[in-house]
Structures are given as structure tokens and as C-alpha cells.
């Protein structure tokens, strides 16, 4: 939330650029920071721990990749409303390449760029099964209830082969060491 408060801010002009980098960054590494320390000290089980880790990283990158793309296009903008419509599918600025498509996402809300930075869109990418953050996603008019049943079916399988490898393989052979860790009776 308060990426998508920053990045509000930032569009409608009330942040300068440089501080709303600074703001997101410091987000982003408070997100880390928190993450690393509830771990720490609350001491969850360790798959709950490691799904929370990884829950956390993949939100990570997902916000990396919005905050990347929202400062693209704050960049960007002033370029396209210089070419008003006259660039060939890309605008270059510092090396930086801007897709046909968000240049035209770009063009729709040139009025009131504050508009990109919406709640429905940041929720979109929240489920998607993506990291990179896009103005517009290519979809289907209509959802493949095979494809989904199928892909639930591959994930049941990989989660009972996981749990069937950890629980009969791995904790054996870890149990011992675990119980010596924690009774402190390490020959040393």
C-alpha cells in the first residue's frame, strides 16, 4: 500500500522523482529488513518460515519490477508528449526502450497520467502468475477450465512427490542432528 500511496504521490506531481525513488527503495528494504527479522524471532516452523521467505521475495521482485516500470514511464512521458504521437513503436531515452504498448498506454492517459497508477491494475499483478509488471497484459476473453484443472493437477502431484521425498528421506537424516542441536550434547 504504501508503494502504490508513493507512487500516486509521485504522478501527480506533490513528490519529486528523486524522492519517491528514495521512498520506494526504503520500502522495498524495510520489506527485507521485516521479513528477515519476524523469521528471526518468532521463530515459525521451518516450512511455514521458508514459504513466508519465499512469499516475501516473490513480492519483492514483483514491487522491484512496478516501482522499475512506474519510473519509466514518469521518465518517458515528457518524451512522448514531445513527439505527440510521431514515434515509430519505441522511444529511446538513456538507453532505456519503452514497448509499443506502453507508449500507447502512455498516449490513452497523456490527459491524466495520474490515472495509470491505479488500485484495480496493482491488484491484477498481485495474482498474476508474473514478476515483470506491464501497463497492459495480453488476455484471453475467456478462461480454459482444462488448462487451470490440468495445472492444479501437476501442482498436487509435485506437492505429494515433495512431501513424500521430505518425509521419507530427508527428515531421518536430519532428525538426529536436529535433536543434537538442541540439547546442546555436541562433542566438540
Same mark, same amino acid.
Given at each position: 500500500? &504504501? ?12 513528490? @519529486?522523482?528523486? /524522492?519517491?525513488? *528514495? /521512498? ?11 521479513? +528477515?527479522?519476524?523469521?528471526?524471532? *518468532?521463530? @515459525?516452523? @521451518? /516450512?511455514? #518460515?521458508?514459504?513466508?521467505? *519465499? $512469499? ?8 522491484? !519490477?512496478?516501482?522499475? +516500470? ?13 513527439? =505527440? #504521437?510521431? !514515434?515509430? #513503436? ?6 532505456? +526502450?519503452?514497448?509499443?504498448? =506502453? ?20 491488484? %491484477?499483478?498481485?495474482?498474476? @502468475?508474473?514478476?515483470? %509488471?506491464?501497463? $497492459?497484459?495480453?488476455?484471453? !476473453?475467456?478462461? !480454459? $477450465? ?12 509435485? /506437492?505429494?512427490?515433495?512431501?513424500? &521425498? ?15 542441536? +538442541?540439547?546442546?550434547?555436541?562433542? #566438540?
Amino acid at each position: 500500500l &504504501l508503494m502504490f500511496g508513493i507512487e500516486k504521490l509521485a504522478f501527480k506531481k506533490v513528490l @519529486p522523482n528523486g /524522492l519517491a525513488m *528514495f /521512498l520506494q527503495v526504503l520500502n522495498l528494504a524495510s520489506l527485507l529488513i521485516l521479513t +528477515i527479522l519476524f523469521c528471526h524471532y *518468532f521463530e @515459525p516452523n @521451518p /516450512l511455514f #518460515g521458508l514459504a513466508h521467505m *519465499f $512469499w516475501c521475495l516473490m513480492m519483492l521482485l514483483k514491487m522491484i !519490477s512496478y516501482v522499475h +516500470i512506474m519510473n519509466e514511464v514518469r521518465n518517458t512521458l515528457p518524451k512522448v508528449q514531445e513527439q =505527440n #504521437g510521431k !514515434s515509430n #513503436g519505441h522511444v529511446k531515452q538513456d538507453e532505456e +526502450i519503452v514497448s509499443k504498448e =506502453n507508449i500507447e498506454v502512455i498516449k490513452k492517459y497523456q490527459k491524466n497520467i495520474s490515472a495509470i497508477v491505479n488500485a484495480k491494475d496493482i491488484l %491484477y499483478f498481485y495474482f498474476a @502468475p508474473t514478476l515483470s %509488471y506491464q501497463l $497492459w497484459y495480453p488476455r484471453s !476473453s475467456h478462461i !480454459s $477450465w482444462s488448462k487451470v484443472g490440468n495445472m492444479l493437477v501437476k501442482l498436487t502431484l509435485v /506437492l505429494v512427490v515433495f512431501m513424500t &521425498l521430505l518425509t521419507q528421506q530427508f527428515l531421518p537424516i536430519l532428525e538426529p542432528s536436529c535433536k543434537i542441536l +538442541i540439547e546442546g550434547t555436541m562433542v #566438540g
